[in-house]
T-cell receptor, first 113, second 118 residues
Framework: DGGITQSPKYLFRKEGQNVTLSCEQN?????MYWYRQDPGQGLRLIYY???????QKGDIAEGYSVSREKKESFPLTVTSAQKNPTAFYLC????????????FGDGTRLSIL | AQTVTQSQPEMSVQEAETVTLSCTYD???????LFWYKQPPSRQMILVIR??????QNATENRFSVNFQKAAKSFSLKISDSQLGDTAMYFC???????????????FGKGTKLTVNP
């Protein structure tokens, strides 16, 4: 079955360390998104990509970086510059077009050691 | 800035009863789609229903229906015959930008935590 796979499910970061969250989709979707979810905040957009080798900052991009070298993959790196990384991270994709809903992965929970 | 407001942080309902979750949004688009997502305790985001803004008819999916008021920019979700499995966070979302490629950025509300009591 097609879907979005996020890994790992849980991740711990040490002080000063960069960590990378994986997101892979086999839905042949063009657009992919990364969201951060904090209690009481809903989903906030970090980065998004509409095509391979291109991506744009979302509302809270500081301290994060992404790449889109393949259509099916959109990894997110949480850098040491992100001082409050503890959150639940969701990856999503969409075929494109204003009538298409976003499909979500199961999320990664990132915590500071 | 485009915003989505869910004014009810928490709600509860008895099993088998009906509950309505409210949502208002702000967009400069003329043609767009609106979405309700459900996030149960497993934290998976599940699409509940979507509404085409240029259609006057309210969308319905089994026990879920919307009351869409375009002029008021209101998009409420009605859950009929509530079931214990409906216990979840519910998020309303509207498009933020319509891009040339057709892909959308979505703006999400902060969510309503719904508890269905037996």
């Amino acid at each position: 079955d097609g879907g979005i796979t996020q890994s790992p499910k849980y991740l711990f970061r040490k002080e000063g360390q960069n960590v990378t969250l994986s997101c892979e989709q086999n839905l042949n979707h063009d657009a992919m998104y990364w969201y951060r979810q904090d209690p009481g905040q809903g989903l906030r957009l970090i980065y998004y990509s509409q095509i391979v080798n291109d991506f744009q900052k979302g509302d809270i991009a500081e301290g994060y970086s992404v790449s889109r070298e393949k259509k099916e993959s959109f990894p997110l790196t949480v850098t040491s510059a992100q001082k409050n990384p503890t959150a639940f991270y969701l990856c999503a994709s969409t075929k494109g077009g204003s009538n298409q809903p976003q499909h979500f992965g199961d999320g990664t929970r990132l915590s500071i050691l | 800035a485009q915003t989505v407001t869910q004014s009810q942080p928490e709600m509860s309902v008895q099993e088998a009863e009906t509950v309505t979750l409210s949502c208002t949004y702000d967009t400069s688009e003329n043609n767009y789609y609106l979405f309700w997502y459900k996030q149960p305790p497993s934290r998976q985001m599940i699409l509940v229903i979507r509404q085409e803004a240029y259609k006057q008819q309210n969308a319905t999916e089994n026990r879920f229906s919307v009351n869409f008021q375009k002029a008021a920019k209101s998009f409420s979700l009605k859950i009929s015959d509530s079931q214990l499995g409906d216990t979840a966070m519910y998020f309303c979302a509207s498009p933020a930008i319509r891009t040339q490629g057709g892909s959308e950025k979505l703006v999400f509300g902060k969510g309503t935590k719904l508890t269905v009591n037996p």
